[in-house]
């Protein structure tokens, strides 16, 4: 038992210097202002960079355009519910697998190919994996009001 007590505190102490030196670079634990600049910055970026990436879908029919807006609109759901869900770890992986997916679910849905460009599966791969850093990075706790 002491052992293990030692390394813990062992552990802890390292954590702490970690966190110090990480809080002395600016890459400590983030602020809940911090926190959600992050989210909204990084929704704001790949919305708009989507909406580049989707240049090419003007060949799509009616139909099939608004099949690959519910697909993307889907798949940007999921990558939104890491940070809204309690489940945030399993949205982490399903918006992952999603996004690696995206164009050949479409095509399969389709029977096309090469129906949406290529580009939207890093757009939304880095989205999703940027989100879930955001969302496990340490951050700070909350102060209580003070009267």
Do not use: C
């Not at 889907?74 to 690696?100: D, P």
Request: glycine share 8%.
């Amino acid at each position: 038992m002491f052992q293990t007590t030692a390394r813990t505190q062992g552990t802890h102490h390292v954590g702490n210097k970690i966190d110090a030196v990480l809080g002395k670079t600016g890459l400590g634990k983030m602020t809940a202002s911090e926190y959600q600049a992050n989210l909204n910055g990084l929704n704001m970026f790949f919305g708009a960079v989507l909406g580049f990436v989707l240049t090419g879908t003007e060949t799509l029919n009616t139909w099939q355009f608004g099949f690959v807006l519910m697909m993307l609109a889907s798949a940007v759901i999921s990558i939104l519910f890491i940070s809204s869900s309690k489940s945030r770890l399993a949205y982490s992986i399903y918006a992952l697998i999603i996004a690696l997916t995206l164009p050949e679910l479409i095509d399969f849905m389709l029977k096309g190919d090469g129906l949406v460009p290529e580009k939207i599966r890093p757009t939304l791969v880095v989205w999703t994996l940027m989100t879930t850093l955001v969302e496990f990075w340490g951050r700070e706790r909350d102060k209580p009001a003070q009267a």
